[in-house]
């Protein structure tokens, strides 16, 4: 693939970005350069909300059954381009094919909900509020929208927010992630060969400046921004000062906790995928282990067990369990949070740095498995998102001291409990303030008829991303009073 720049999609056009500013998309099983990211300007951002403003009178009043046509051509398109679709973005991100095939599943999945929006988007009513007068609300669309996405699941996220977008008669602008954009820009391909009216969906590639541009912009409505925490609250108080609409799912540190009567030949899978899944860079993975009482020892030896088996390479590799980090900033990210761990007396029981690949692969930004025992809670691997693939387990006395140390932390967005009693697990969804629970499940990932929820620092606004929580965030529940004389 050459390194070529890539270019914005704007009013049904893909044009060229003025700037000269760029960054490397960077193939991370290689090291090799294969695209690069324009940081696209003040100026074309604004072209793209004119051209996005412009053609939402024209969308708006398209029938909702006409307009999600397009959708059930794009969800076709994309069964089509399958295996295409996820080679990209196993070269673009790294993960292995089958997580590649995994992530375009879940977007096919949102795709699908989406198409129902003639019902989903339905109003309600009653008669005779007083003597022959009605009252009703209808959902209406507002203009124009965009989202902030990152990198870690580039083809997936957007997905949560566009088709819910456009469906309910907004249009659309997308900034993808700039380290990871090549996904988007495929599938936004598919979405001009499929004849999408013009402006209706833009993409602008970049970061801050295109980024302060559409919140700054009168003519938007809402940002739905996924990413870290820091960047997150940044924009969210931005929103604030410019009155949008704002969703914001951010960071997270999830706890899973395992109690003594968990059944642990069928937990250990599950808590390697969790912890393990996408290299440990999903804001679902498991961040930390509480092993709860006498289950302490047999799990930790499960674990390790399972752990050393993972096989570690080049995504694309059918063989292989867990591809590289996505970039060596992140790579080196993690190595940095293995240190700190060692360097406060966490016990480190399986090191994946040094981790061996195939030769072709030695420019790649790889870690295996990472297992540390004897973690305390004030310890930074047991605090921060390490978005990598480490386990810090922590010996816990019981449940009590399992919530606790949940939360303590600042984030919420899920964890999951591995128990055999109803009432065990009850108590959990009852008491753990995150947004999203597992119980006896790995990765407590909302199917999309169901928004993926989040609190505290995980996440910022009311209404989150997927199903009936996306339509009220795109549009506006307008009450009409009726009396006929
Ligand atoms: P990031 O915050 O670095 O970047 C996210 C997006 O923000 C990118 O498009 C980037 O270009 C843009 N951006 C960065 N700095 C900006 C600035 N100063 N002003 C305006 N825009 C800016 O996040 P990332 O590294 O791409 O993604 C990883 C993070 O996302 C992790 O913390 C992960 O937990 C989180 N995440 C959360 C969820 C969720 O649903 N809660 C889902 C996926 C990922």
């Not at 509020?129 to 009703?136: H, K, L, N």
């Not at 080196?332 to 690949?357: C, F, H, M, P």
């Not at 990598?388 to 899920?414: R, S």
């Not at 505290?456 to 795109?474: I, M, R, T, Y």
């Amino acid at each position: 693939m050459n390194a070529e720049v890539l270019k914005n999609y704007i009013n049904g056009k893909w044009v060229e970005s003025v700037t000269e500013r760029t960054r490397d998309v960077i193939n991370p099983a290689t090291g090799e350069i294969i695209a690069k990211t324009p940081m696209s300007t003040k100026e074309e951002t604004l072209q793209a909300i004119e051209v996005a403003k412009t053609a939402f009178w024209r969308w708006r009043t398209t029938p909702a059954q006409s307009r999600i046509r397009y959708l059930y051509d794009f969800r076709e398109s994309l069964e089509e381009n399958f295996d295409e679709l996820a080679k990209v973005l196993t070269l673009e991100h790294g993960k292995t094919i089958d997580e590649s095939r995994g992530e375009y599943r879940r977007t096919i999945e949102n795709i699908e909900t989406a198409t129902t929006i003639p019902t989903l988007q339905m109003g309600y009513n009653i008669e005779d509020v007083a003597a022959g007068i009605d009252e009703m609300v209808i959902k209406q669309p507002l203009g124009v929208f965009f989202c902030v996405a990152p990198f870690n699941f580039p083809a997936m996220v957007p997905s949560w927010f566009w088709p819910y977008a456009i469906a309910t008669g907004n249009t659309y602008i997308l900034k993808p992630s700039d380290q990871c954009p090549l996904s988007m820009v495929k599938q936004f391909e598919i979405l001009d060969e499929i004849g999408i009216p013009k402006g209706v969906v833009n993409l602008v590639h970049g970061g801050a400046e295109a980024v302060n541009t559409l919140i700054e912009s009168p003519d938007t409505i809402g940002l739905s921004f996924v990413g870290s925490t820091k960047v997150g609250k940044l924009l969210y108080r931005k929103c604030g000062e410019y009155g949008k609409r704002v969703q914001v799912q951010g960071g997270a540190k999830n706890f899973i906790t395992v109690m003594p009567d968990a059944n642990l030949e069928r937990t250990i899978p599950n808590l390697i995928t969790s912890f393990y899944g996408n290299a440990g860079q999903r804001c679902l993975a498991g961040g930390v282990l509480l092993a709860v009482g006498d289950i302490y020892d047999s799990l930790k030896e499960s674990l390790l067990e399972a752990a050393r088996k993972i096989t570690v390479g080049e995504g694309l590799d059918e063989g292989i369990q867990m591809g590289p980090l996505a970039s060596k900033a992140g790579m080196e990210s993690v190595l940095k949070y293995i240190q700190n761990g060692i360097e406060e007396e966490a016990e480190l029981i399986l090191d994946g740095r040094n981790v061996t690949v195939n030769e072709k692969f030695s420019k790649g930004f790889f870690i295996g498995p990472t297992i540390f025992d004897k973690v305390e809670p004030s310890m930074s691997i047991a605090q921060k998102e390490i978005f990598g693939p480490v386990i810090p387990i922590i010996h816990v006395k019981d449940l009590d001291e399992a919530i606790n140390i949940i939360h303590d932390n600042p984030y919420g967005n899920a964890s999951s409990i591995f128990t055999s009693s109803g009432k065990t697990a009850r108590e959990y969804q009852y008491r753990v303030n995150v947004g999203n629970i597992g119980i006896n499940i790995g990765v407590a990932a909302p199917i999309s008829t169901f928004p993926f929820s989040g609190m505290k620092d995980s996440f910022k606004g009311d209404l989150h991303g997927q199903g009936k929580n996306a339509v009220d965030f795109f549009t506006e529940e307008k009450v009409v009073i009726t009396r006929w004389f």
